[in-house]
């Protein structure tokens, strides 16, 4: 028996928990145990020379680093039949009876495409990683990673937080997040930053740059009523991919193996930064605006003891269901058991790709985040007071206000307090 071991995508806190407690757990079963570099790139290839033996004294204490001793891509074997097809040779040439993978939605399609084209010789299991937290656990389960990237990104903020009081400005963070909020809204929350904007709350698509824009003035002239000219925004990356793509002159940014636009080529942030600024120029107001990118700090950062267990778990998970003779699944915690969630149910049926998870805007949770941000509200129009004084910091007329900003009060999210 012989278990290969990759990681594809991108970093997240706590890969090398995984792959030291697989290994060992994997040469304590009886297996021998391989490590292969870069994902799926080389053996797309047909190439065998990035492949080597790992042993217990190799991973024995890498659990406490951030990044991946493995390396990582996100080279794509279903792209094309031919290099799944090579993929299939190359692991046979290696002898591999059992492959690991861990990584996030692309991944784990990728890992049901080899299991599924090996006709059963190959068993393969995936242990789900993201930071974006958007993969379909059950129990609302996080991804591992994505408590150390709330963790280290609460930090940032903070710190950023005491920066625009110090400073009176306001900043523009753009949190990581492709396809779903979960990043941006835990940073938010945890750090009790003015404002947060995810994808989720916008289900009309395309969603125009001006709609952004009116939540983020809105809260800006709300914190000038209420004598603060300082706070902090949070935008989830994803929101960019909501926007009308000539709008945001997009349509040769480079796309990666996927076919994900690469959002931090977009400068999402400084594009909103440049809206607002130049929205509040015409009212008369200056106000220094920052954009900033969070991700790349968060994601080789070392994983907290929350990450540092739940991996060493999921290592040891994965390598007893293939040594039990399992196979098309991937490893989740349910309750105080690791158990594997068939590939077939964790598959959206139209597309037959890995269902992502989304934040469910309609929770409690959810509730409790929206009132405690700095947004404009239905009592900000119902109080005559209030929108008489939100019109003056504006420099227009009540009616005018209401006019432009009214649409914002009768957001089916917001729950009366």
């Not at 106000?287 to 003891?305: F, H, M, N, Q, S």
Request: glycine share 10%; aromatic share 6%; with cysteine.
């Amino acid at each position: 028996m012989r278990l290969a071991i990759m990681v594809g995508g991108g970093p997240a806190p706590g890969i090398n928990g995984v792959i030291g407690a697989a290994t060992i757990e994997a040469i304590n079963r009886g297996f021998e145990v391989v490590g292969l570099y870069d994902g799926f790139q080389w053996l797309m290839k047909g190439d065998t020379s990035h492949a080597e033996p790992l042993k217990i004294s190799d991973v024995s204490r890498i659990h406490f680093e951030g990044g991946s001793i493995l390396r990582t891509s996100r080279a794509n074997p279903t792209k094309n039949p031919s290099d799944l097809q090579t993929v299939i040779q190359t692991l046979r040439s290696l002898n591999i009876t059992h492959l690991v993978t861990i990584g996030g939605d692309d991944t784990a399609y990728s890992a049901r495409r080899v299991c599924e084209a090996s006709d059963g010789t190959i068993k393969v299991a995936h242990v789900p990683k993201t930071i974006d937290n958007d993969l379909p656990l059950p129990g609302g389960y996080s991804t591992f990673g994505f408590q150390t990237a709330r963790h280290v990104g609460t930090e940032i903020v903070q710190t950023i937080m005491t920066d625009a009081k110090t400073t009176s400005r306001w900043y523009f963070l753009v949190a990581m997040g492709r396809s779903a909020g979960h990043l941006a809204l835990g940073i938010s929350v945890a750090a009790g930053a003015t404002v947060c904007l995810i994808p989720e709350e916008f289900p009309e698509r395309p969603v125009t740059l001006d709609a952004l824009c009116d939540v983020l003035e809105g809260s800006i002239l709300k914190r000038l009523a209420m004598a603060r000219s300082y706070g902090v925004a949070i935008l989830a990356e994803g929101l960019a991919e909501l926007l009308d793509p000539n709008s945001l002159g997009v349509a040769d940014v480079e796309r990666d193996e996927h076919g994900h636009v690469r959002l931090a080529e977009i400068e999402f942030g400084r594009m909103v930064k440049d809206r607002v600024r130049a929205r509040l120029k015409a009212r008369g107001i200056t106000l220094t605006i920052v954009d900033k990118d969070i991700g790349y700090e968060l994601r080789c950062a070392p994983p907290i003891p929350f990450d540092q267990e739940y991996t060493r778990q999921l290592g040891y998970g994965v390598a007893k269901f293939l040594a039990s003779g399992g196979s098309g699944g991937m490893m989740s915690r349910q309750g105080d058991r690791i158990l594997a969630i068939p590939f077939e149910e964790i598959a959206d049926p139209t597309t037959g790709r890995t269902r992502i998870r989304y934040v469910d805007v309609r929770a409690e949770v959810y509730e409790v985040a929206r009132h405690y941000m700095i947004r404009l509200a239905p009592q900000d129009f119902e109080n005559p007071l209030k929108l008489a004084r939100l019109a003056e910091v504006a420099q227009t007329h009540p009616s005018e206000f209401a006019r432009q900003f009214g649409h914002l009060a009768r957001d089916p999210l917001i729950v009366p307090a």
